[in-house]
Structures are given as C-alpha cells and as structure tokens.
C-alpha cells in the first residue's frame, strides 16, 4: 500500500515512512493511491472477530509494510478490557465499542456506539492508543526520537498523552486554547506531571493552535531538525485506525451483509466523519454518513449548500460542545479530494483559495469555482445543526427515555440523527465522551452531577503544570527547540 498527498506532490510512501509525520511536504494530506476493498466473504469472517482481532485485519490492508505477526501483537496490546475498562452499567468493557439501542419504534432504529471508554473517557482513545504503541515500535525499530506538537480543542490532547506518556523516545508539545475548554478537559491535560509532556495554553481559539501545527510542519528544515510528528487528525495512522468501529458498529448491529447502517458523527474537524468515508470507500455498506455540527457550523453549511467558508477567530463560538468550536476542518481535504476525482491540481487551488479567500464554492452557480455539489449525495453524506437549547433538551429525553446520561457532543448527535433516521437503515450516533468531561452543562441541564468513573473524583484539584503563549509562531519554535536541545 502506498501513499501520496492530496496536493500531487510525487513521491509515494508507505505507511511506516508517513506514521511519524502529519503534513505532506507540499502542505497536503496523505491517501492511499487507492482504497483497499473488503469483500462480503471478509465481513462475514470479520463478523466473529473480537475487536482486536478486525482491528488487525482492517489495519493489515493499510499498514502492508509492518510484519503481520508484529502489526497482530500491536492491536492485541491496545485493544484489552484493561485499557477500554470504563464501560457504563450493563455494558460489557471486553467488546471495546458496545452498541445499546435507545430507539426502536415503527421501523426506525436508534443505536449510541460506545466510543469512551478509554483512558481518558472520550473517542479520541480508541485511535491515540494504538497510536501510541505504533510509535513506539517505530522509534525503538529506527533507534530515533520523535517530538509530537500538536494542537486540541479538548479530547485530543489528553488522549495523546495519556497514550505517549513515558513512552521513549517521545516528547509531546500540546496546544490548547487558553480557557476555552471544559474544566474537566483542562485538569485532565493540564494536571500531568511527566517531564515528556508539555501543555502550552494559547491566548486564541482552536483554529489559532491549528494554524501553528501547521505553520511548524511547513517548514520542513525547522521540522526535520527538530524531529516534529504529529497525532492530530491529520495523521493518516490515526485517521485509519477510527476506521475499525465503524466496521464494529455495522457488524454488530446487522446479520446480513444485504443490510445497510447510516451513522450520525458530531464533527468539527472532520476526522472522526472521515473514517466512516473511508469505511464506505472500501465497501462497508453504509447509506448516510450524517455530520452533527454545534453553533460552529461550517460543515453544515457545506453540505447544504456546496460553499465552504471558514470563520475568522472572531467569528468561532465558544459553546457547551467545545471540541467542535473550529471554524477550519483540516481533515476535509481528504473528503475534497475524492469529491474532486482526485484531481490533485484543483484541489490545491481550492485550498489556496481558503487561505486567501476563506473558502470556495461548489454550488455550481454562477460564479462559483466548481458544480462538484451536485456528487455530494453520491457519497452518502448529509448534515445538521444543533445549539445549546438542543443540547440541554437532548440530554434531557435521553435521560427521561432511557435513563442514559449522554454529553453535551453526543447530543448534538442524537438531536442530528433523530432529523435524518431512515424507515429500514439502524442510525448509529457514535458516542463522543462520557459526561463527566462536561459536568457544567449536566448540571445545567438535569440539575445533578454526572458520575464519574472511579480515578477521576477530584481531578479538577489536582496542581496543574502548564504555559501560556500568544500565538506567535516564532516563539513556539522557539519553546520547543528550548525544550528538546536539538
């Protein structure tokens, strides 16, 4: 399996080669040269499989260069009950991603997939373990270190320490916006102690920390000098590994292969949402992938109308669904790029255009730069919004109806997945976190706090150790080249 950049830049890779990197060195994102596809003789052999054991058999048809006995340990590392152990009441921590039905009325089908039962209670563990443990192997195979800088608007960066955290060889540069998100995301990151994580406080919105990750992966001899990687949604390896629980998700809610699934995906960056394409561009039959936005409704407008136009800082809502308050979705270049035939050229306009313009238009109406949303349908995709009084109303029926407490992201994917549920077609909201990461809103909206899993009662006590930066990307170089020695 090789890899080249969505932007054209020549030189194919394998998986190992762009693991420990983000960007392409044209500024681009990395994809296979074509998706590998599953047949109905797989899916029925993949239907017995625990976790662990699809993760290997999705992952091998991506990673053909790491040996299968070595990739077959890594999953089974990750993957155990030990590491997944956070599982609600009456669910089972062994099926990693357990699926409950909270709606089966007149043929329409509601499922939540359980996503959070990681370390740090939120979705972004079931791909930053394994993550971790590639990169380790990696490393320790090339005798090399490697410096992570990456950028958080809650989830992602504890899930990427928590999974890099005296792991040799690593050094993780985390940014996050400065009091922007939850009091629980922030104790969570903020309150590690390890001497290879660093959190940097940004005085901006997310889209400012993005900009810097970036900024820094562009300049490739800064980059290569410092050892620079990523763990963002940018990372392909990431990106595949959130794959495996969609093909879960469907095997598990079905018995046929002649069967479909739709799933709802509350999205900001559109890494999460990406998977399931990808999913559905190997074969999964999948009918509706659905973007659940929050206030920050960039996607939403895209795939309701084909224009694509980011938000400056000033314009991003700081909402009780904070890891979706981006106003630029690094990851939907990948998306464009399919929607465009592959068409390397025009997709580097395009995106050149949101760097001067802000975006681009697809409508097909006068004027615009392409009639490319006429295809949108074609590859199963739909969206809605919701805000805060969904928010609380959502978690309220949920919790009235199925005595579940959801939080405030997977909320606004229920609110979403109700509006687009199909007679026929099981819609699977892909849980976010668990609840306690967003106890304000909870209590906000049931009037009690939300449980907590047991480790986590007082983590907002802890002492914190963390920096504030403007965002200025000379100084940030700066801090990390002050922190590696290099």
């Known amino acids: ?151 958080t608007s809650g989830d992602t960066g504890s899930a990427a320490e928590y999974a890099m955290r005296g792991k040799k060889g690593i050094r993780v540069f985390m940014l996050s916006p400065h009091k922007k998100m939850s009091a629980f995301q922030t104790a969570q990151m903020f309150s590690l102690q390890d001497p290879n994580i660093f959190n940097i406080a940004v005085e901006g919105v997310f889209d400012d920390c993005q900009d810097m990750v970036k900024a820094v992966s562009n300049d490739l001899e800064y980059k290569n000098r410092q050892k620079i990687g990523t763990v963002n949604s940018i990372n392909w390896a990431r990106v595949v590994a959130q794959v495996v629980y969609y093909f879960r998700g469907y095997l598990s809610a079905t018995s046929s292969n002649d069967q479909k699934v739709s799933f709802t995906v509350p999205s900001g960056n559109f890494g999460n949402i990406c998977a399931g394409h990808i999913a559905r561009m190997m074969g999964l039959p999948i009918d509706k992938l659905v973007v659940a936005t929050n206030e920050n409704d960039v996607l939403d407008e895209f795939f309701r109308t084909g224009i694509y136009r980011v938000r400056k800082s000033a314009e991003t809502w700081h909402t009780t669904s904070p890891s979706m308050d981006i106003s630029k979705a690094s990851n939907f270049e990948r998306f464009v790029f399919d929607l465009l035939g592959g068409d390397a050229k025009r997709l580097a306009a395009l995106f050149k255009k949101v760097e001067t313009e802000g975006g681009f238009d697809l409508s097909g109406k ?63 909201v892909l849980e976010t976190a668990l609840p306690a990461k967003f106890n304000e809103t909870i209590r906000e909206a049931l009037d009690r706090d939300a449980e907590r899993p047991a480790g986590f009662e007082n983590i907002e006590s802890l002492p914190q150790r963390f920096e504030v930066m403007t965002a200025d990307v000379q100084a940030m170089k700066a801090f990390i080249a002050k922190h590696t020695g290099l």
Do not use: C
Request: charged share 20%; net charge negative; glycine share 8%.
């Open 1 to 151: 399996m090789q890899y080249a950049s969505t932007r054209g830049y020549a030189a194919a890779q394998n998986f190992s080669e762009i693991l420990l990197g983000g960007l392409a060195p044209d500024g681009g994102l990395y994809l296979p040269t074509a998706y590998p596809q599953i047949t109905s003789a797989e899916l029925d052999a993949w239907r017995k499989l625990p976790y662990a054991g699809l993760a290997f058999e999705v992952l091998k048809k991506f990673a053909t260069d790491i040996p299968e006995a070595d990739l077959k340990a890594l999953t089974d590392k990750t993957y155990t009950a030990d590491v997944y152990k956070n599982a609600r009441a009456g669910e089972s921590a062994a099926q990693i991603t357990p699926l409950r039905v909270l709606q089966d009325k007149a043929g329409r089908t509601l499922i939540l997939q359980a996503l959070s039962n990681g370390p740090t209670l939120a979705f972004k563990d079931m791909a930053m373990q394994l993550l971790g443990n590639l990169f380790e192997y990696t490393l320790a195979k090339n005798h090399a270190e490697l410096n992570i800088f990456g950028a």
């Open 366 to 428: 006068p004027g615009s730069d392409g009639d490319e949303f006429k295809k949108i349908a074609a590859f199963g995709f739909e969206s809605g919004k919701s805000v805060h009084a969904d928010r609380l109303q959502t978690i309220r029926q949920v919790e009235k109806e199925f005595g579940i407490t959801i939080d405030t992201h997977t909320a606004d994917g229920v609110k979403v997945a109700r509006e687009h549920i199909a007679e026929g077609v099981p819609m699977i």
